[in-house]
């Protein structure tokens, strides 16, 4: 297919731009395959690239012939677009609206996208498996791409067998291994397999007990029981203590999300009616669910040194919510931006949550939801609450949880195309088109991440899950509804003053030398 | 001492969190009760009676006798006593203690830092109201001194030198007295040098359905003149326009626009002192929830209204620093006494309009200006005396609270960081020092207070290198020019300064840290504890 087919009009003059808190643009609108592209065609006023996969939905109104479209993006942006002339408006809208629902990946931009930097460092080749789990050395590891079992597919009890991994080195020190899985298709009768009991037991030592962080409420479970699902007797796995958390599944996330956003845009609300709609969003509620079940797990690992299995029904949302932020609780390694890599690429994209279903719209989807939910930006978002309490032991700042974001729902690079690594390898992603990490990781890109009040901080960091401690992220959700020019400016002050104090201690430290220099050299002068 | 039937109790339980306690010895002194633990480092902590807001004893069990103290600065201290009748005894005691009948019995008569007498007056110099109108720089032909409130005659709440504009008559000002409520008429508190308009502040007018005040209305025509450029001048009552129309039935209400020329009238909607007591306390008992989820804390938020109300004072400020700095125009702001919700109005809009309040020194000269100075009653509404309970009210807190809220939004804009409003806030309720005794200057001056307690300013700036903030730096642009906040309801940060004492930012700890090493010396060599007021014990 041609986009040239997709495209009625490419091209439209006297334009205007309608940004909040931002200056109007007037100017000319072009739309290419992947772009839609507004340039005033002066030096000095910023012209707007946005991706047509960024695009969550658009809205058209007229006024005479003046026509004007809403464009609401993934990014939770929302812009204007004043065009005049009635055809080239329904055009531009009609295009706007096939281009940005492609149904193709392979049509995706990232297969189009050619980078204008020097790939220095291959994104990916830089996060093999073994490396990871390299100081794991009783544990095998199986590899999913190798299994007939496609990844992220529950299907039979291999399920758990592929999805069998383990936590990061730090935790075998007590051999206390953080593990996740699907649910075990006991059924109705209460089937069992004595190759899952066995390989679940096998991993605690003997006197040793484990706990089975099972993310759904009990009822929820019993009930996935007459799908063929459900959860392990503890009869039959008799280390094992099985705890119910009630996080929501994916499908209830969509509808928090939509309604946050709402909610967030309405400027005319009043102080009652904003916090009653926040309440009622219900978004709040699910970080602290999530982030108390982390803290759960985390708990249990380093009190009681126990090992813990989490799961909920595939194992590829919730469970990986909570495996993820446990081990940025537990671990200082994944506080570090490589590290921080590391668990994405580990514990999201090669644990097969499926990025491409789930990213597929965002907060200002109007048709039916399919399987389309915001768990990533839920577990970015409780990284973030992390991070606002422990503001100087993570390497990065928030800009790089609010990179993520974006590059999960629309992107040029290929890393979350795809819902698992089987579908990856089958779009051969890593030849045919760049990895985000071959450009976060080039020096120039870090800089913009880089907390400057970073300090590495070795310890567990427990975060606080009361409801006062637990803030709206207003990075993102409030982002595009005010200004935040004050802050930045904070942020560059902080800078200015971390690199002044650097300054003057090199200065004292070289003072320093200079001092112990003339010492020694005086010191033979002095003694007559 | 009289009071105090058994000033040591042993074997006393200090709950911490749930799961965390430590056993140690409870003293009760004149002033303090002491909690000293049995640990080695017999770490002490400390609560000034003056700060115990209630003391509840809770049915004994089998490990003793539980008894809650609350603070009024927002600290809730549990203790389980061995013996009933022991609980009993320290539950009396605190109750007679944190509710003293008369001033003689406040902390501050006691209160003794080792000042000489000089020293002592020197201290109370340190902030100088004379020095701030002249800071302001008001045009002396505009404007001038009055000596109509000399020895209080005209009334009785304010400060004896008053500003009025000098085409006002001293009959015009007896007059436009005699027709504002507790005689509080129009005089100024700030003056913008930029546009050359002003704030003014009174009570409501006593007009009822019909009465009117030529000298009155001749006072206001003269503020209007004496800002030479405009027009007109808005008159902002700060109170719902239902409860300004109630008090016409009582005589007193509002302006009537057709009386007064020239003036336009605008209503802000602040709730009264008793709506934001009730608010306030449904705050603290969604913070004493005990394991609350989400829902229960933002819809107890909600209903607690306390935001709201945050919001409708910002509104107030900005409504009158918009009106000041982008109109030009000059402003009366007035509520029904003018000493709560005006005071609150007037020094939001100052902390607006002019960077020098938003320093160290310039809030602690805007507290005593439009607070300390024009009446508001202290006493009673931080209940420093045992009296009317329909008295008290957070109006105070709320004002720290805006100044809070602003520097969230503005984070290099204020010198002071949050750790100073939670230091002025304790001392607002301390009474362990004289500024914020009594309910005005003439009670002041009759109890002679600057003879015997002493001045809270100079304390606090000798330790400002504790409150500074490290990304305030003169010459940045947040500190000049006007600030214009946005009060959109999402831009309000449910994380309430108030209720989370403990002075967190770690990130604004670590900056200061870095901006000044001395504190970084003095934190090194006093490590660990930081329990009230164990310096003077």
């Not at chain 2, 394991?291 to 909600?302: I, Q, T, V, Y």
Request: glycine share 4%; proline share 5%; net charge neutral.
């Amino acid at each position: 297919m041609e986009f040239a087919e997709l495209i009625k009009t490419p091209r439209v003059d006297g334009v205007v731009l309608h940004r909040p808190f931002m200056p109007t643009v007037e100017g000319t609108l072009c739309l290419t395959g992947h772009h839609l592209i507004l340039s005033s065609r002066q030096d000095n006023t910023e012209e707007l690239w946005l991706l047509h996969a960024n695009i969550d939905s658009i809205e058209k109104r007229f006024v005479g012939s003046l026509g004007t479209i809403i464009v609401k993006c993934k990014d939770l942006r929302v812009i204007q677009l004043d065009i005049p002339g009635m055809e080239e408006c329904l055009n531009i809208a009609s295009s706007i609206e096939a281009l940005s629902t492609l149904d193709s990946v392979s049509l995706m931009y990232p297969f189009f996208y050619r980078p204008l930097f020097e790939v220095i460092e291959d994104g990916w080749q830089l996060f093999v498996p073994e490396e990871a789990f390299k100081d794991l050395e009783s544990m095998v590891l199986f590899y999913p791409w190798n299994e007939t079992t496609l990844f992220g597919l529950p299907k039979e009890d291999e399920e758990d067998n592929i999805a069998l991994w383990s936590a990061e080195s730090a935790f075998t020190v007590d051999e206390a291994v953080m593990m996740r899985a699907a649910q075990p298709l006991t059924g109705t009768n209460g089937r069992r397999c004595k190759e899952d009991e066995k390989l679940i037991n096998a991993t605690l030592c003997a006197g040793k007990r484990g706990y089975i962080i099972d993310t759904r409420t009990i009822a929820v479970a019993q009930q996935a029981k007459t799908r063929g699902g459900g959860f392990e007797q503890e009869a039959n796995y008799p280390q094992w203590r099985r705890i119910h958390k009630a996080i929501e599944r994916s499908n209830v996330l969509q509808d928090s999300l939509i309604k946050l956003v709402e909610a967030c845009n309405d400027q005319s609300h009043s102080m009652d009616r904003w916090l009653s709609k926040l309440e009622a969003s219900n978004w709040q509620s699910k970080v602290k669910e999530i982030l108390t079940t982390a803290c759960l797990a985390a708990q249990c690992i380093d009190r009681e040194g126990a090992s813990v299995l989490v799961h909920g029904t595939e194992g590829t949302d919730s469970t990986l919510q909570v495996t993820s932020l446990a081990q940025i609780i537990l671990d200082p390694a994944c506080r570090t931006i490589r590290g921080f890599e590391v668990l994405i690429e580990r514990e999201w994209l090669q644990a097969g949550h499926p990025f491409q279903q789930r990213c597929a719209q965002s907060a200002y989807s109007n048709g039916k939801p399919r399987s389309e939910a915001p768990v990533f930006l839920l577990f970015l978002d409780c990284v973030w609450q992390i991070l606002r309490q422990f503001p100087c032991s993570f390497q990065f700042n928030e800009n790089l949880l609010i990179m993520f974001f974006e590059h999960a729902y629309a992107s040029q690079f290929g890393t979350f195309l795809g819902n698992c690594v089987a579908e990856r390898v089958k779009l051969q992603l890593s030849q045919k088109t760049v990895s985000l990490w071959s450009w976060v990781n080039r020096p120039q890109e870090l800089e913009r991440f880089l907390n400057p009040l970073y300090e590495p901080n070795n310890l567990v960091i427990w975060p606080s899950v009361a409801p006062q401690s637990l803030l709206l992220w207003e990075g993102v959700f409030l982002r595009w509804n005010r200004s935040t020019k004050c802050l930045d400016e904070a942020c560059q002050e902080m800078v200015h003053i971390i690199e002044y104090n650097k300054e003057l201690q090199n200065k004292v430290n070289s003072l320093r030398r200079q001092l112990a220099q003339l010492e020694t050299e005086d010191s033979p002068l002095q003694t007559p | 001492m009289e009071h105090i039937r058994t000033p040591k109790v042993e074997n006393v339980r200090m709950i911490v969190t749930p799961r965390k306690s430590t056993v140690g010895t409870l003293y009760l002194s004149s002033t303090h009760t002491i909690f000293v633990e049995n640990s080695e480092a017999l770490k002490e902590t400390w609560v000034l009676h003056s700060l115990v807001y209630n003391v509840e004893r809770l049915p004994a069990n089998s490990s003793g006798s539980p008894l809650i103290i609350r603070c009024k600065n927002f600290h809730v201290y549990r203790l389980l006593i061995l013996q009933e009748k022991d609980c009993l005894d320290v539950l009396a005691c605190l109750t007679r203690l944190s509710r003293p009948e008369r001033y003689g019995e406040l902390f501050c008569f006691s209160f003794n830092p080792n000042l000489d007498k000089e020293l002592r007056e020197k201290a109370w110099g340190f902030i100088d109201l004379k020095a701030e109108f002249s800071r302001m720089g008001i045009p002396r032909n505009l404007w001038h001194v009055t000596a109509a409130n000399h020895e209080y005659r005209l009334c009785d709440t304010y400060p004896s030198e008053l500003f009025v504009p000098k085409s006002a008559s001293p009959a015009v000002i007896v007059g436009s007295a005699k027709f504002r409520s507790r005689g509080r008429l129009p005089v100024l508190s700030y003056f913008h040098r930029d546009t050359g308009a002003s704030i003014c502040r009174s009570s409501q007018p006593l007009s009822g359905f019909s009465a009117r005040s030529s000298d009155d209305e001749q006072m206001l025509q003269a503020i209007m003149k004496s800002n030479p450029v405009s027009e007109f001048m808005y008159v902002v009552d700060t109170r719902p326009k239902l409860n300004a129309m109630a008090n016409r039935a009582a005589g007193k209400g509002y302006e009537n626009e057709d009386h007064y020329t020239n003036i336009k009238l605008q209503f802000i909607g602040i709730e009264n002192i008793h709506v934001m007591r009730n608010s306030q306390q449904k705050l603290i008992d969604v913070g004493e929830l005990a394991a609350p989820s989400m829902s229960d804390f933002l819809w107890g938020l909600e209903n607690s209204g306390w935001l709201k109300h945050i919001k409708a004072v910002l509104d107030a400020g900005v409504f009158i620093a918009k009106a000041v700095a982008e109109e030009g125009v000059s402003v009366l702001v007035h509520c029904s006494d003018g000493w709560d919700r005006t005071a609150q109005a007037c020094s939001v809009a100052s902390v607006l309009l002019d960077p020098y309040y938003r320093t160290i020194k310039g809030l602690m000269v805007l507290i005593e200006k439009d607070w300390v100075s024009f009446g508001h009653k202290f006493s009673h509404r931080y209940a420093h005396l045992d009296g009317d309970p329909k008295e008290v009210s957070p109006v105070m807190d709320q004002f720290l609270e805006c100044v809070w809220q602003l520097m969230q939004q503005f984070p290099c804009a204020f010198e002071f960081n949050e750790r100073f409003l939670i230091q002025l806030h304790t001392h607002i309720y301390s009474c362990q020092y004289g500024n914020f005794i009594c309910n005005c200057q003439k009670e002041r001056r009759d109890l002679r207070l600057k003879e015997r307690t002493h001045s809270l300013w100079p304390h606090l700036w000798e330790n400002r290198a504790e409150y500074t903030n490290p990304l305030y730096r003169t010459g940045h642009s947040q500190t000049r020019g006007v600030l214009k906040p946005l009060t959109t309801a999402y831009c309000f940060n449910g994380n309430l300064p108030s209720h989370s004492l403990a002075p967190k930012g770690s990130q604004c700890h670590r900056l200061s840290m870095l901006k000044c090493p001395t504190l970084q010396q003095k934190k090194r060599l006093q490590p660990g504890t930081k329990s009230g007021f164990g310096l003077y014990s």
